[in-house]
């Protein structure tokens, strides 16, 4: 089996993913299984991975995208493929990467429909207990880079920012923080700024998820069940609100309306993990510039869809330990064979052979078929 690493394309209209598809001892246990990978010249270098690093690993460099994606079975990326990317790749190939088919234009699904290609979403590989392995880690990293984040859009920098230190100091109050989902990133979130000494709030539809919090952070967050009423109320002290609202492969619901942005602080700071599948926030947008950081309402809104991307060495080390066993199982029984026996690589398919196999793509004129019924032919 030959397997693809491309450099990413850079977009004007979103932040540069320097992460890259496999690191090279990925690559090495790879080669070791009797593959063959092709990875594009300067691929790793946002990672500072360098191709002779991919060379000794035994990949073979390529100086052309096409070439790489020309000569590969499975090309392994970090985006979802643009136009461009579409067009090189060959009927009946398989992408894997972050791809976020949901929120993506019609006009990229219907060329990856065309060509036949089986597109595999990290972000929506399930196991059986609910449990995503490959988006898990990213939302760890994310999650951790928070209090970094929130603690330097606080700062006096700028006109117009509260200029307050997240922990306070004796006799001076900490921040208060309010998390909206208690979920991986939710809960990476709560355990660094409390662990700062920040006040937390975490609310979440789900009691089993905020009692697992509370009792696992020793009682150091105080959780609220969700509904509009609790919310509004959260955001109304809010110096910090983290939106981190998943819903596996679909478009994230919008549960904080514009009414309820103009009740917070001025200078208060809202950062929406949530906008790499939509947003959880009506203010929240794409911005392209050197921080994405914008206001609105008087809020400093933050809405970066790839934040592991900024510490791309260990997110790309993270990324090649979660997908490894899948790549190795398919080496040893080929793609088709591979989604037929791993019910977690199955419901990260979002099309198969021409059709949209996940639910949460099959919009007007793209029909939606069981990847199981479409399966049913591979031995």
Do not use: W
């Amino acid at each position: 089996m030959n397997f693809g690493i491309t450099k990413e394309f850079k977009d004007i209209k979103a932040t540069e993913e320097i992460r890259v598809g496999l690191s090279p001892r990925g690559v090495m246990e790879l080669v070791h299984m009797g593959a063959k990978v092709f990875v594009e010249s300067g691929a790793g270098e946002g990672a500072r991975f360098t191709d002779r690093d991919y060379r000794e690993a035994g990949a073979q460099i390529v100086y052309n995208k096409e070439e790489v994606v020309k000569r590969s079975d499975v090309i392994l990326k970090i985006r979802c493929p643009n136009a461009e990317e579409c067009d090189l790749m060959k009927d009946g190939q398989t992408v894997m990467g972050y791809l976020h088919l949901a929120v993506s234009p019609k006009s990229i699904i219907n060329s990856i429909l065309k060509k036949k290609i089986t597109a595999i979403g990290y972000e929506i590989i399930q196991k059986p207990d609910g449990n995503l392995p490959v988006l898990r880690p990213m939302s760890q990293i994310a999650g951790r880079m928070a209090v970094q984040i929130a603690g330097r859009l606080l700062e006096s920098r700028r006109a117009g920012r509260r200029g307050i230190l997240l922990s306070g100091i004796p006799g001076i109050p900490p921040a208060e923080v309010v998390i909206v989902g208690a979920g991986t990133l939710g809960f990476c979130a709560a355990k660094a700024f409390t662990g700062i000494g920040a006040s937390v709030y975490i609310v979440d539809k789900d009691v089993e998820k905020l009692e697992k919090i509370e009792s696992m952070l020793g009682g150091r967050v105080v959780t609220m069940l969700y509904n509009k009423r609790n919310l509004q109320k959260l955001l109304q002290f809010a110096d910090v609100v983290i939106c981190a609202v998943l819903v596996p492969g679909a478009r994230t619901p919008i549960l904080i309306t514009r009414d309820m942005v103009k009740t917070m602080k001025r200078g208060s700071v809202l950062i929406d993990f949530s906008i790499d599948q939509g947003g959880c926030s009506e203010t929240t947008r794409l911005t392209p510039g050197e921080d994405f950081v914008y206001e609105d309402e008087g809020v400093i809104h933050f809405a970066v869809p790839n934040v592991p991307s900024r510490v791309a060495r260990t997110a790309t080390h993270a990324l090649t330990n979660a997908i490894l066993p899948y790549l190795k199982k398919m080496i040893e029984l080929g793609v088709d064979k591979a989604l037929l026996e791993i019910p977690d690589l199955q419901k990260g398919v979002y099309t198969y052979g021409g059709h949209v196999t996940n639910r949460n793509i099959s919009r007007e004129g793209l029909e939606f078929k069981p990847i199981e019924e479409l399966l049913k032919g591979v031995k």
